[in-house]
């Protein structure tokens, strides 16, 4: 079953997509926040259940506040191409408050030169913002490139971090 919930955090209020698991607690698939590129949104049969999603919640609430670097939530790693899989799993190898570069990530996962772009495409469909930092990979000369939530957010988060976050 399908359940959904919002949530309220200084991005805006953000959408929380999942399956029911046992116990009654979700298995995130998709957190959107608004207008973000591609958000996902509510369909018809889906099930509000905000209490299916309290611990994924209340780590938001920590990580805004300063007080959590990783998150540590079941969610469904099964969305997306094996190659974007590849790409979601590196990004959640950058430490917290560390910024890499797009071609880095090309690199870690075997997919050099033009390949950043291809890159570049598979963080755009990461189902999972702020929680799969894909707001860390920043542009090679430091600048902030693409955030499917915007550039302000991104540069809100990597503030929130302590990372270091250029113009662009």
């Known amino acids: 079953m ?19 698991a046992e116990g009654g607690r979700a298995v995130l698939r998709s957190l959107s926040l608004p207008g973000q590129k591609g958000a996902v949104e509510v369909a018809d049969g889906w099930t509000r259940a905000p209490g299916a999603f309290e611990e994924v919640a209340g780590q938001l ?3 805004f506040a300063g007080d959590r670097e990783r998150f540590d939530i079941a969610y469904d790693p099964g969305s997306g ?6 790409v979601w799993r590196a990004l959640e190898e950058i430490p917290y408050g560390t910024t890499v570069s797009y071609g880095e990530i090309a690199r870690r996962v075997g997919s050099s030169g033009a390949g950043v772009r291809a890159v570049g495409t598979a963080i ?8 799969r930092p894909c707001h860390r990979v920043i542009g090679a000369d430091g600048s902030l490139r693409g955030y499917a939530a915007g550039l302000e957010r991104k540069e809100r988060l990597l503030g929130l971090e302590g990372a270091p976050a250029g113009s662009g």
């Open 2 to 20: 399908t359940v959904y919930a919002y949530v309220d955090g200084p991005l805006g209020e953000m959408l929380l997509v999942g399956q029911l």
């Open 61 to 63: 609430r920590e990580y």
């Open 81 to 86: 191409t094996e190659f974007q899989r590849r």
């Open 124 to 131: 755009g469909r990461n189902p999972l913002l702020v929680v």
